[in-house]
């Protein structure tokens, strides 16, 4: 009779050891509940309040800049301080997007001309951020020259759309 209680003292004990492990270590549904305490200033904020939501900055669309035929200087617009706040902004809230500045061209002249325009010409816009406190780190400059042009290079204006700079954050 003692061997019969001593093994069914075991079995109990076995069962709730390895019911205890299965539901609490290995399934996880033990977890003890957290309970977090929030103070409202007063009781009305506390019924009214609506939770407080962060805004997300959202990326400022792409910035064109358009250059007189083979020019590359710069010279600051109320479009572009404009570019420049909503960028800076996006930039301050997200450290790992940079300022990529493509400089482009149109046909007329060589290509390796060209090439260098268009470096110029992203060189020119590179200057002007780092001059309102954007790091050169986080900026990228690239010439594509005459080779992606938006429009007819036959025509004046495409020509005129051509000759441009783009300002992308990425």
């Not at 570019?83 to 902004?89: H, M, R, T």
């Not at 080779?147 to 992308?168: I, L, M, Q, Y």
């Amino acid at each position: 009779m003692r061997i019969l209680i001593a093994g069914f003292i075991v079995f109990a004990g076995w069962t709730v050891l390895s019911t205890y492990i299965y539901v609490c270590k290995i399934r996880g549904l033990c977890a003890q509940a957290q309970t977090t305490v929030v103070e409202a200033a007063n009781q009305y904020e506390a019924l009214t309040s609506e939770p407080k939501v962060e805004e997300k900055a959202t990326i400022p669309k792409d910035l064109v800049i358009n250059f007189a035929f083979d020019k590359s200087d710069f010279i600051s617009s109320t479009e572009a301080n404009a570019y420049f706040n909503k960028s800076n902004d996006y930039m301050l809230k997200n450290a790992q997007v940079t300022l990529n500045i493509t400089g482009h061209t149109d046909a007329v002249g060589t290509m390796k001309y060209n090439q260098a325009l268009g470096l110029r010409r992203a060189q020119s816009l590179q200057r002007y951020f780092e001059s309102k406190g954007i790091t050169a780190n986080r900026i990228r400059i690239e010439s594509k020259g005459e080779k992606e042009p938006v429009d007819d290079n036959s025509t004046v204006s495409g020509r005129a759309n051509n000759r441009r700079t783009v300002v992308t954050i990425k």
